[in-house]
């Protein structure tokens, strides 16, 4: 029996694990569905290739379907199937604890993108410096995002970031603009705002993180 739960919206989706002090560190990874047999899902998250267990405890979010929403209970009563939630070739977003050698996973998320050169892990990402810079959008697309500040001693500076469907966006009213349906950077970030903008930088690629809305 497997516990599903399934949202509209997955803003709506708040999840916490409280465990004893050795519980294993919870990690993430992104990427694309490469096959899905009995109780595994195996997704490709940049270079690498990860084979996932998943049980009674694991929990699946999908965007948009609220029309399934059905959780398995105590008392025996079935939920959805993760079959029929995740598919190959759906991006998404992994929760997991090693344990014994093996990967299990806590949460599924599906989303819109697997990411910058197919996703990646927590590791890999812990593993590569972020840095921030502050300044005023000139520029906004569904790819790119520039700003224009002022650096140390007075100096003035212009980037362009790249976006992509990992890049998070935060600020006063987002979270509202995307309960009514799907948006885009576009939809919440313009020409003239104010933004603080949260970046990796990798060889000639600079690449947005998050995007936070300065009021």
């Known amino acids: 029996m497997r516990r599903m739960l399934v949202t509209g919206s997955v803003l709506a989706f708040l999840a916490s694990f409280v465990g004893p002090a050795h519980a294993q560190e919870t990690k993430s990874a992104r990427g694309t569905v490469t096959a899905m047999a009995g109780e595994t899902v195996t997704v490709k998250a940049g270079t690498q290739e990860l084979k996932f267990m998943v049980d009674q405890k694991t929990t ?65 990402r812990a593993s590569t410096k972020e840095e921030s810079a502050n300044g005023t959008v000139t520029a906004v697309s569904q790819t790119s995002l520039s700003i224009s500040g002022s650096g140390a001693g007075g100096s003035k500076f212009t980037q362009t970031y790249v976006i992509d469907g990992s890049t998070r966006v935060v600020g006063e009213g987002v979270g509202t603009a995307a309960s009514k349906g799907k948006v885009t950077i576009t939809d919440l970030v313009k020409k003239g705002d104010r933004v603080s903008v949260t970046f990796q930088a990798a060889g000639t690629t600079v690449r947005a993180t998050e995007v936070r809305i300065i009021k």
Do not use: F
């Open 60 to 124: 699946v979010v999908v965007e948009g379907g609220g029309t399934a929403e059905r959780a398995a209970t105590a008392k025996g009563t079935a939920g959805p199937k993760l079959a029929e939630l995740i598919k190959v070739g759906d991006a998404v977003e992994v929760s997991y604890r090693e344990t014994g050698g093996m990967l299990h996973a806590t949460n599924v998320r599906r989303v819109p993108s697997a990411g910058a050169g197919g996703g990646g892990t927590s590791d890999q």
